[in-house]
């Protein structure tokens, strides 16, 4: 007779809390080429991890940097890290000067570095005097199986499993126009997200997630990772996003979803129709977008490609990442909405903090359980950030009459022409409509008369041509005029962040268009 699944702790504050009941024998972790690792393996390198992080003096929110290529020894070390620790996962594409200043901003009391793995981050903790901790993949055991080693010892101040309110996560935010802000995460934080992710998607011990995300991103570590595995079910770790290799990827891990943003979907589409014997292998549940808006456009052509629904989310750092989510099937999805409240409460608050009516347009405000306290070390940020017990988000949205949420675009980022305030994602759907435009992203340039004027830059689909006047008069007969582009870059490439998402803040500088 067949078990039912261990279900999950839905009490959980912390992450050895929420990993306890779970199938001892069922895979958690996986990667390319390798054996999954059991839950019983992964709660075990969990525990090893404590125990060699206390044997180096180290403990309950002390902060522990994280230096690794994206893979199943990341994810592991991230869980582990975090449930002793506080955890402060860093891109380890940064350059010597970026890693100079986040190691210093956040304090950090110890770098994990895989060992044999050359990385300026190594230059950086000997002229800050950090101690390193090299981690060793077992190259012959499963998935995320690793030790640690370090020339440093002693008592940990606070040894032991971190508790529901200790840190457990520290991320700076994205910047873009000031000082990145640190984000402290707690433990009963991040567990929350995972439930709610959980409970959005329904996720069972079933379910296998395709991570392509990374995982120094909140993104990857709470939907790729900690809400996989929470829910009892695995994740298959990507060395890192490559959209040749994804198909690969889905036939090797047959999983029954993935996450990833829009810019890493529009790519994955680029490669679909070269990828068809993959195509009909692949048997996906559900595919989830976040962290940017998705063009119902693509929205359209994924469901169509895959034959799965597309289930569009929003989320951010300070709120452990998700904050609402369209619902599976039945239910209603709205492409351009990004769905009903998923965890925090929602409103719309204006800009002398006394909140809207359903349809009045103004901030997006969120409060709940896994929105952070504050910023550290910061209060004149969380003075602007909080009102009345609501996180300003800084988004500009609009909630409709059965609750969907719509973003309209970042205050920041909304393009005033002359006191005409235009969104630029309106601007970059009416750009996804030409036929020969795969990808597009409005924003600011600056004009001498009007303050701003709108530009956008585009790649066109394999195989297609087009050139900036028929776009614009494309787009001309779709929007009004003041909001059409008045430049048009076609490129083979749009800049992204690290994170794969595009910063419009600067682009035109990127691009030659602010002079």
């Known amino acids: 007779m067949t078990q039912p699944p261990?279900?999950?702790?839905?009490?959980?504050?912390?992450?050895?809390?929420?990993?306890?009941?779970?199938?001892?024998?069922?895979?958690?972790?996986?990667?390319?080429?390798?054996?999954?690792?059991?839950?019983?393996?992964?709660?075990?390198?969990?525990?090893?991890?404590?125990?060699?992080l206390n044997s180096f003096g180290l403990g309950r929110e002390d902060g522990i940097a994280i230096v690794l290529p994206n893979g199943a020894e990341m994810a592991a070390a991230f869980l582990g890290v975090a449930n002793a620790a506080t955890a402060a996962p860093l891109n380890p594409g940064y350059r010597t000067d970026e890693f100079e200043f986040y190691l210093a901003d956040l304090d950090a009391r110890a770098v994990v570095v895989q060992e044999g793995v050359d990385s300026p981050v190594r230059e950086v903790t000997g002229k800050l005097g950090i101690p390193l901790i090299e981690l060793q993949p077992d190259a012959d055991g499963p998935a995320g199986s690793f030790t640690l080693s370090a020339e440093i010892g002693g008592s940990a101040e606070r040894p032991g499993e971190a508790g529901a309110d200790d840190v457990g996560l520290v991320?700076?935010?994205?910047?873009?126009?000031?000082?990145?802000?640190?984000?402290?995460?707690?433990?009963?934080?991040?567990?929350?997200?995972?439930?709610?992710?959980?409970?959005?998607?329904q996720l069972t011990s079933e379910d296998r997630c395709l991570n392509i995300m990374p995982l120094f991103h909140i993104h990857g570590i709470m939907a790729g990772i900690l809400a996989s595995v929470g829910a009892g079910g695995s994740t298959w770790c990507s060395p890192g996003f490559n959209a040749m290799q994804?198909?690969?990827?889905?036939?090797?891990?047959?999983?029954?979803?993935?996450?990833?943003?829009?810019?890493?979907?529009?790519?994955?589409?680029?490669?679909?129709?070269?990828?068809?014997?993959?195509?009909?292998?692949?048997?996906?549940?559900?595919?989830?977008?976040?962290?940017?808006?998705?063009?119902?456009?693509?929205?359209?052509?994924?469901?169509?490609?895959?034959?799965?629904?597309?289930?569009?989310s929003y989320?951010?750092?300070?709120?452990?990442?998700?904050?609402?989510?369209?619902?599976?099937?039945?239910?209603?999805?709205k492409p351009g909405s990004v769905g009903l409240p998923a965890g925090p409460e929602i409103a719309i608050m204006d800009e002398d903090g006394a909140l809207l009516a359903m349809g009045q347009r103004g901030e997006v405000v969120i409060r709940g359980p896994n929105v952070t306290d504050g910023y550290r070390n910061n209060p004149e940020a969380n003075a602007t950030a909080y009102t009345r017990g609501w996180f300003r988000t800084g988004d500009q949205g609009v909630l409709d009459g059965d609750g969907y949420l719509t973003i309209t675009g970042r205050l920041k980022e909304i393009i005033n022409r002359g006191g005409e305030k235009i969104s630029p994602r309106e601007v970059d759907e009416a750009l996804l409509q030409h036929p020969a435009v795969a990808q597009a992203?409005?924003?600011?340039?600056?004009?001498?008369?009007?303050?701003?004027?709108?530009?956008?830059?585009?790649?066109?689909?394999?195989?297609?041509?087009?050139?900036?006047?028929?776009?614009?008069?494309?787009?001309?007969?779709?929007?009004?005029?003041?909001?059409?582009?008045?430049?048009?870059?076609?490129?083979?490439?749009?800049?992204?962040?690290?994170?794969?998402?595009?910063?419009?803040?600067?682009?035109?500088?990127?691009?030659?268009?602010a002079e």
Not at 8 to 27: F, K, Q, Y
Not at 253 to 258: D, F, I, L, M, N
Not at 265 to 272: E, S, V, W
């Open 315 to 333: 989320g951010m750092t300070e709120a452990a990442h998700q904050m609402s989510s369209n619902p599976l099937p039945p239910q209603e999805r």
């Open 6 to 52: 261990v279900k999950p702790h839905v009490n959980a504050r912390t992450i050895s809390e929420l990993l306890a009941p779970l199938d001892g024998d069922a895979s958690a972790l996986g990667s390319p080429g390798r054996p999954d690792l059991s839950f019983d393996g992964l709660r075990e390198q969990i525990a090893r991890t404590g125990e060699q």
């Open 441 to 513: 992203v409005t924003f600011a340039m600056p004009h001498n008369r009007l303050g701003e004027e709108i530009a956008a830059a585009v790649v066109l689909r394999d195989g297609e041509d087009s050139d900036e006047r028929a776009i614009r008069r494309f787009v001309g007969e779709r929007i009004a005029d003041f909001k059409t582009p008045r430049r048009i870059v076609i490129l083979d490439e749009i800049p992204k962040g690290a994170t794969g998402k595009v910063q419009r803040i600067g682009l035109a500088e990127k691009l030659g268009l």
């Open 171 to 201: 991320l700076h935010t994205s910047g873009t126009t000031s000082r990145p802000k640190i984000v402290p995460l707690r433990q009963r934080n991040l567990i929350a997200t995972a439930h709610h992710i959980r409970d959005t998607l």
């Open 246 to 312: 994804v198909f690969g990827w889905l036939r090797e891990s047959t999983p029954s979803w993935y996450t990833a943003v829009p810019t890493m979907h529009q790519l994955i589409l680029t490669r679909a129709s070269r990828n068809a014997d993959a195509l009909d292998e692949t048997d996906l549940r559900l595919i989830r977008s976040s962290s940017s808006s998705l063009p119902p456009t693509v929205m359209a052509e994924l469901e169509d490609t895959f034959g799965a629904p597309v289930i569009e």
